[in-house]
């Protein structure tokens, strides 16, 4: 989970990632953000993540993001 914060902390460096968990509901990810998440999620864990999963559910959170990753097979 420590690579996960750490690319969420290169988005935007000023939140708590650990400790929100309203990230698409409270604004914090926009979806410019998602797609650049997803892309970097993508490249450091080797998954794909597809049009399917491009659900505000599965961002909204580190848990969610997490349980996404786990999946889709992802070594976290």
């Known amino acids: 989970m420590n690579k996960l914060i750490e ?3 290169d988005l935007h460096s000023d ?6 968990d309203a990230l698409v509901d409270d604004g914090l990810l ?3 953000d998602i797609i650049t ?3 970097e999620l993508n490249d450091a ?3 794909e993540i597809g049009l399917e999963h ?3 559910e599965n961002f909204n959170s580190v848990g969610a993001i997490t349980a996404l990753l786990s999946e889709l097979g992802a070594e976290l």
Do not use: A, H, K, R
């Not at 939140?15 to 929100?20: A, G, L, S």
């Open 54 to 56: 491009l659900e505000p």
């Open 45 to 47: 864990f080797g998954v």
């Open 37 to 39: 998440l997803v892309n």
């Open 30 to 32: 926009d979806s410019f």
């Open 7 to 9: 690319i969420l902390q």
């Open 15 to 20: 939140v708590d990632w650990e400790y929100e």
